[in-house]
């Protein structure tokens, strides 16, 4: 069973940069999609990006593409995600995510309900 703990948030101001960390273990990640989601307070859990394990293919949800990216230390069986020029719309919970298949399109790994595995959140609160 994969543990997840996420760790990094906190509070922001507008155009700040934030790096999000999740840190894996009884598991490792080398060979799982990685990837991590956000939600607001009475809204859906939003995709924000994800990196596949077999062709290290990486995708990002449409309100974050250029000013994120995600990277994996698998030795250390962490993943990253590092956000930059943060606005007030990016405050959320983001959770970190985990799923054993390597997804080969992005519909598939933006789908929330394809990861098994998935860690209690961090927020992150962007102020202007």
């Known amino acids: 069973q994969v543990q997840l703990v996420e760790s990094g948030g906190g509070l922001v101001q507008a155009g700040d940069s934030l790096s999000l960390t999740c840190r894996a273990s009884g598991g490792t990640i080398s060979n799982k999609t990685m990837a991590w989601f956000r939600q607001a307070p009475g809204q859906e859990r939003d995709f924000v990006a994800a990196l596949t394990s077999r062709f290290i293919t990486r995708y990002f949800g449409d309100s974050v593409k250029g000013r994120v990216t995600i990277f994996r230390d698998n030795a250390n069986n962490i993943v990253t995600l590092q956000m930059n020029n943060l606005k007030p719309e990016d405050t959320a919970i983001y959770y970190c995510?985990?799923?054993?298949?390597?997804?080969?399109?992005?519909?598939?790994?933006?789908?929330?309900?394809?990861?098994?595995?998935w860690g209690q959140g961090t927020q992150v609160t962007v102020f202007s």
């Open positions: 995510a985990a799923d054993e298949y390597s997804y080969t399109t992005p519909k598939e790994a933006m789908r929330a309900g394809a990861y098994e595995y």
